[in-house]
């Protein structure tokens, strides 16, 4: 029997030779596939039966943008995607143009069109503490795509149907970066919210975003950052970004503690610092770098800036402090002066310099390791000549790139080949002719062919795979060592070293031979 409801359909045939469809159909017969038109609200029409035939090809497969190239609207000013992120970022959204899914061939442009738009939302959020609070429009099956906690809020199986949410521990502007991923797949960071985008990732997981939030600081931390990155690091769980911080403050630790970051640390981070082996720091900064984050702390605690506050907000974290290794100078003149210590333990401590026997202490007593220098020397050999190495304010420079980060401590330099003598040396290092690190300084040459270190006043930062320039001018006794039989690429442990010569270079120096033997680094 031939069913009623069969008889009353009209069959249409249509043969599809789109070539995306076809190559990844299989060689065997081809199906068929039945779909029904709705009926339209003004007469009701019979079921339509569309039979989709498809005919084998060797075609490449091509994209619906190859298919469907972009047709150039009419105005193209206000209907390129472009323009629909810059009026959504403000939440001022124009009404698009009729028929407005055609002017984009692929989904991620029409995707794009619905940030921050609130064409067809069905959730909007009131973002930011109160005060400084932003609605914001959301479609949450682009949302669910994108993040599996939107997902489980719109639908989990305690998903509530709440037109708008309150989001008050994350900031707007984090908010629409996060959002400006999910719907436009693009990553838009910035210094001032980068954190607050890597909490807001973090918060709704969003692991790719959370990684270039992590790649972007790890990229733009330098001593002044670093301490701060450190407490935002573990809180947020990130190992790898952890470490890059503990580089930065180990081989920078003075500029990292005189830094106006370090006093935003928590206390746990402080505690960390202070503790910190490997710290390359005197004493006598760490402990006033240690007072400053007291005072700091006492205002954000509303406490009087007294001496007694001062102690009771860095607690047991005091006595980490190795007052008893600082230069009897630095603790005469500083320390015993600051009042932060009782008249006990500046006497125990003024013992503890003189005294044969020593009183115990609560303060730890031995000194921090510290980072051990390591030297890359570039020469295979070096010698002298009567008339050669001759210094007469003229430069000696070389260039290098690593490929690590690592820290210029300063150089090794060669001295007299007739005798012991004095040289004064003026150092420098720039990048792309901006001078990062100098000092002036002297150093005493004994007539070896020895290197002599000169060192900057703090390590300069070196990134990877980009040439800098390493200059000196001596003055001296102008018959000195010179190197020999110079390397292009030198291995130095884990970091490869590379040489080519500066055209800053006046006195003869380059990668065969010369002056700067040696480059003398933290890694």
Not at 63 to 72: S, T, V
Not at 125 to 131: A, I, K, L
Not at 215 to 231: D, G, M, Q
Not at 369 to 393: D, I
């Amino acid at each position: 029997m031939v069913d009623d409801k069969e008889k009353n359909m009209k069959c249409l045939t249509f043969f599809l030779m789109l070539p995306e469809t076809v190559k990844n159909r299989s060689k065997k017969s081809s199906k068929k596939a039945n779909t029904t038109t709705s009926s339209s609200s003004n007469s009701k029409l019979p079921p339509v039966c569309y039979e989709i035939i498809t005919l084998k090809t060797k075609k490449k497969k091509k994209m619906a943008a190859d298919i469907f190239p972009r047709k150039k609207p009419a105005n193209s000013s206000t209907t390129t995607v472009q323009q629909y992120h810059q009026q959504n970022l403000s939440n001022n959204n124009l009404i698009p143009a009729p028929n407005w899914q055609g002017l984009y061939p692929t989904i991620r442009e029409r995707n794009a069109v619905m940030f921050n738009n609130d064409l067809m939302a069905d959730v909007h959020f009131v973002v930011g503490p109160p005060g400084g609070t932003q609605r914001l429009p959301g479609h949450k099956y682009v949302l669910a795509v994108g993040s599996s906690v939107f997902h489980a809020m719109f639908y989990g199986e305690l998903a509530e149907d709440k037109d708008e949410i309150r989001i008050p521990d994350v900031e707007p502007a984090a908010f629409l970066a996060m959002l400006k991923y999910i719907y436009c797949d693009e990553i838009d960071l910035a210094a001032d919210t980068v954190l607050a985008t890597l909490y807001a990732a973090k918060k709704y997981i969003v692991p790719h975003l959370a990684r270039a939030c992590v790649n972007f600081l790890e990229t733009s931390l330098s001593a002044k950052n670093a301490c701060v990155l450190l407490s935002q690091s573990c809180l947020f769980e990130e190992p790898d970004l952890t470490q890059r911080c503990w580089e930065v403050i180990d081989a920078q630790a003075e500029l990292a503690l005189k830094s106006e970051g370090f006093c935003d640390i928590d206390f746990q981070t402080l505690e960390s610092i202070l503790r910190r082996e490997t710290l390359n720091a005197k004493e006598i900064v760490v402990f006033d770098a240690a007072l400053n984050w007291a005072e700091v702390e006492c205002q954000r605690q509303d406490l009087a800036l007294s001496i007694e506050n001062k102690r009771k907000v860095l607690g047991k974290a005091l006595y980490l402090i190795r007052i008893p290794t600082m230069a009897l100078d630095d603790f005469a003149n500083g320390a015993a002066q600051s009042g932060i210590l009782t008249l006990n333990e500046t006497n125990d401590i003024f013992l503890w310099y003189t005294a044969a026997k020593k009183p115990e202490l609560q303060f730890v007593s031995k000194a921090r390791k510290g980072l051990v220098p390591q030297r890359c020397h570039r020469f295979q050999s070096c010698a002298y000549r009567s008339n050669q190495w001759r210094y007469r304010g003229r430069c000696d420079s070389i260039q290098f790139a690593v490929d690590k980060r690592v820290f210029i401590a300063g150089f090794g330099l060669y001295g007299s080949s007739c005798g012991s003598a004095e040289y004064s040396a003026k150092i420098e290092l720039k990048r792309q002719g901006v001078v990062l690190g100098q000092n002036l300084s002297k150093y005493f040459s004994d007539g070896s062919s020895s290197t002599f270190p000169v060192w900057f006043e703090y390590p300069v930062q070196i990134e990877p795979d980009t040439f800098y320039t390493a200059s000196v001018i001596l003055d001296g006794n102008e018959l000195s060592y010179f190197g020999q039989e110079g390397m292009t690429e030198v291995q130095c442990g884990k970091v490869t070293v590379q040489f080519q010569c500066s055209s800053d270079s006046t006195n003869g120096t380059g990668v065969q031979g010369g002056q700067i033997p040696e480059l003398i680094f933290y890694a």
